[in-house]
């Protein structure tokens, strides 16, 4: 009997499993194997900070702090488990094609300042000239930009392999193909009723993306959740084009440059839509001509997990004490804080008191 089983092994569950192993506990993560819609699998790499929070100032501070954590959890990966997850944080660009972006983008940045306790995380607006200063690439059509000294990115790949390779390490007993049926609370803990038979555990937490909505009812949690389609194109390994990671636009540290993102509701298909392709292209070259001359190598669609409100949810059950949901869209930005801060507090059972702007009651509460 474990002391903690974690359903789902992507970036959120791997990250709150390696934090619990590394605190003590006895984790077992149940991974529901290719067959699951893989965000972690189709991510963007950003570690962001800008924009971030706009209308839950709680989320910004929450987002600040992950950044703040990212070069400890990216020191502990490499200097543990071997593996550089290529984190660079030079502050990052959101570039506006036209004045139209500009003036949303500053509006945007307004009621981030007067939110409590934020300051809009040290964001600035930047013109157009200031913005080409520091990435030359940009067209000079550009507007101006948005530029935050807290933002970064990493390769998503080699962070799930490290963080899989640290559960390892640390005795995580990680079972693949285990797609979880049924939780249910007794006296002892909790029993998972899985594919392969039943597993049981002291707490459950649940981080199975888009399937916590399925699973959080049977443990007393409500998880409103819907798939956010994003699709994004990576080109050939180019010489070095960027010198900080943008919104939509980052150069990886082998040369190719990955072009996004796109958001559609098209319920649970990752089929790839070329009108879409076309449009991240066209806007590609518009902002960076250089980028005209490139080839695409590969593309792909990945379902983010989104909330109503776009904002992470995280709830200790009431009527299930010991069952947990950790779900939210920013999987890389949040690693860290995951692993290194709210991993520890589910051990120590405080979540409720810390993470209450979180909870899934703020929807019935503005409903």
């Avoid at 940045?109 to 157009?128: C, E, F, T, W, Y």
């Avoid at 930005?333 to 709210?342: E, Q, R, V």
Wanted: hydrophobic fraction near 45%.
């Amino acid at each position: 009997m474990s002391d903690v089983a974690v359903i789902g092994g992507g970036l959120v569950g791997a990250a709150v499993a390696w934090g619990l192993a590394r605190a003590g506990a006895t984790v077992t993560v149940l991974d529901e194997g290719d067959d699951a819609f893989r965000a972690s699998r189709g991510n963007f790499g950003l570690v962001w900070v800008q924009g971030k929070g706009d209308g839950m100032h709680d989320y910004a501070g929450w987002t600040r702090r992950s950044a703040q954590l990212w070069p400890e959890l990216a020191a502990a990966i490499s200097e543990e488990e071997g593996v550089d997850v290529g984190l660079r944080q030079p502050g990052g660009i959101e570039a506006c094609i036209d004045e139209a972006e500009y003036a949303e983008a500053e509006l945007s940045l307004k009621r981030m300042h007067n939110q409590p306790g934020v300051g809009a995380n040290d964001v600035r607006m930047i013109s157009a000239a200031e913005a080409r200063e520091l990435e030359p690439a940009l067209s000079p059509e550009i507007a101006g930009a948005s530029f935050c000294p807290h933002d970064g990115h990493v390769s998503p790949l080699y962070l799930l392999r490290g963080l899989h390779a640290g559960m390892a390490r640390h005795g995580v007993d990680h079972r693949l193909d285990h797609k979880v049926e049924s939780v249910r609370h007794t006296a002892e803990g909790f029993i998972l009723e899985t594919a392969r038979g039943p597993v049981e555990a002291d707490k459950v937490v649940l981080a199975a993306g888009l399937g916590n909505g399925r699973l959080g009812p049977m443990v007393g949690l409500d998880v409103p959740t819907a798939p956010d389609h994003g699709q994004i194109l990576v080109t050939q390994r180019m010489p070095k084009l960027f010198n900080h990671p943008m919104a939509r636009l980052r150069q990886t540290e082998e040369g190719s440059v990955m072009v996004g993102a796109s958001h559609a509701q098209v319920g649970y298909s990752t089929e790839l839509d070329i009108e879409t392709s076309a449009r991240l292209a066209a806007r590609a070259r518009r902002m960076v001509p250089a980028l005209g001359q490139a080839r695409i190598v590969r593309t792909w669609a990945a379902l983010r997990i989104m909330s109503p409100d776009g904002f992470p949810i995280y709830a200790e059950s009431e009527t299930c004490p010991g069952a947990f949901v950790v779900t939210c869209h920013s999987g890389v930005t949040l690693a860290a804080a995951h692993a290194l801060d709210l991993a520890p507090t589910i051990l120590d059972g405080s979540l409720a008191d810390r993470f209450a702007p979180f909870h899934s009651r703020r929807f019935t509460a503005r409903g």
